[in-house]
Every structure is written in C-alpha cells, then in structure tokens.
C-alpha cells in the first residue's frame, strides 16, 4: 500500500531536549516536505526537498533542522524544542515537481512541547 | 502576511444543497491551485486541483472555478452529503513548482 508513514503520532517532551520526528515515503517519490498545522493558520511549510541531498527552507523553518540522506526518508529534527513549536506536523511526498501531482500526506505527529 | 486566504473558518450546510467554500490569494505568480480535504486524525488528501489556464475543473460532485483577476477560487459541492464534514484547505503553487501554499482551511459541516 502506497503510504507516507511518520513516526511517533504524538509525543510530550520539554523544553530543550532534542527530537527527532521520522517520516518514510514507499512511493520512490523525489520531493518530500515538512508542515506544520495550526489554528486559524492552516499548513505552513517548514522544508521541503526536491531529491535526496538537496532541501531547502519553507516558509518557516526557524527551529528545525532537516536531512535527506536516501530517497524515502526525510527525518524532521528539532535541536532544542521551545513551547512554540508545539503543533501538529505533517510529512508529505509527491513526485519531483507539484503541478498536477498530488501530494501525499501522512497522518500527523501531534507535538506537545512543555 | 498569508497569501492564500480562506475567509471563512466555518460554513454550515443542509444535505442536498450546494456547500460553496471560497479562497483568495494575492500572489499573481501561483500558476495551479488545488483543494484538500481533512477528516481529524488524518492527513489532508487531495480533492480536485486546476491550472491557471483554465476557469473550471469538474470532477463528479465537485467543481472549482478560478477567477484570475479577481485572484479568487471557489469550490462547489452539489448535492453535499454529511461525509463531505470535513476541513478544506486551498492550496497554491508558484511556476517553480516546488512549493505549496495554504490557506487557513474552512471547516464545513453537512447536516442530515
């Protein structure tokens, strides 16, 4: 089945201890992105990667860092956590360019951050 | 300051009307546009998209209009059902193609 899988779902940390919020594609998809959801803003997007080794920023990718070492992975980390990252993220893939192709979601990571 | 807005968080609809959700954006280089939709505890999928060169794409229930100089896309559901209850999200992507912006997303709800 054809699935973009992150991992943990939901997760409570504190303040500064490092995470790492993993997201795997089976659908040998080129781009791979990071959202974020949040009330009343919708889904901003934090990196995205057009291939393995190239990512670039979104448009809010203060606190994050990522990496893309092979094609289905794109972990997502957050080096020090502040309670304002605290929000629900998505992973998503496509193929290499977005016009007329979907992008496919997984299922969220709801991220609490005390 | 967003560049794709939905206006209205929340729309209330009967079973069998038409559901008419609206976006605006202000950036004139989005090339394609497309609409999501999100049930809780799941991800957004994709509904239906259409390109700048044209004014409306139908697919079964659902149609999207573009209005290119009045910077605005609707999205009409006729007839709704009450499993059309979910958040819409409007999307738009720039001609380098590679990245997607969203609106702030409508919930609507279809009542029985």
């Known amino acids: 089945e054809a699935q973009v899988t992150q991992n943990p779902r939901y997760l409570i940390t504190v303040t500064g201890k490092k995470l790492t919020v993993t997201c795997s594609q089976n659908m040998n998809h080129e781009y791979m992105s990071w959202y974020r959801q949040d009330p009343g803003l919708g889904l901003r997007q934090i990196y995205y990667s057009m291939n393995v080794e190239v990512t670039d920023k979104g448009d809010v990718p203060e606190g994050y860092k990522v990496s893309r070492k092979e094609k289905r992975n794109f972990p997502l980390i957050l080096e020090s956590p502040s309670p304002n990252q605290t929000s629900l993220y998505?992973?998503?893939?496509?193929t290499m360019f977005l016009w007329g192709g979907e992008l496919f979601f997984g299922e969220g990571s709801r991220l609490t951050v005390l | 300051d967003?560049?794709?807005?939905?206006?209205?968080?929340?729309?209330?609809?009967?079973e069998?009307?038409?559901?008419?959700?609206n976006c605006d954006y202000t950036n004139s280089m989005f090339d394609y546009f497309l609409w999501y939709k999100k049930y809780p505890a799941e991800g957004p999928t994709f509904l239906i998209s259409i390109s700048s060169i044209k004014d409306k794409n139908e697919d079964g229930r659902f149609t999207v209009f573009l209005n290119k100089s009045a910077k605005h896309l609707s999205l009409h559901i006729v007839p709704s059902q009450p499993g059309d209850s979910a958040v819409y999200f409007c999307a738009a992507i720039g001609r380098a193609g590679n990245m997607l912006t969203f609106g702030g997303g409508t919930r609507l709800m279809v009542k029985p």
């Open chain 1, 90 to 94: 998505f992973c998503a893939s496509s």
């Open chain 2, 2 to 14: 967003q560049q794709v807005k939905q206006n209205s968080p929340s729309l209330s609809v009967q």
């Open chain 2, 16 to 21: 069998g009307r038409i559901s008419i959700l």
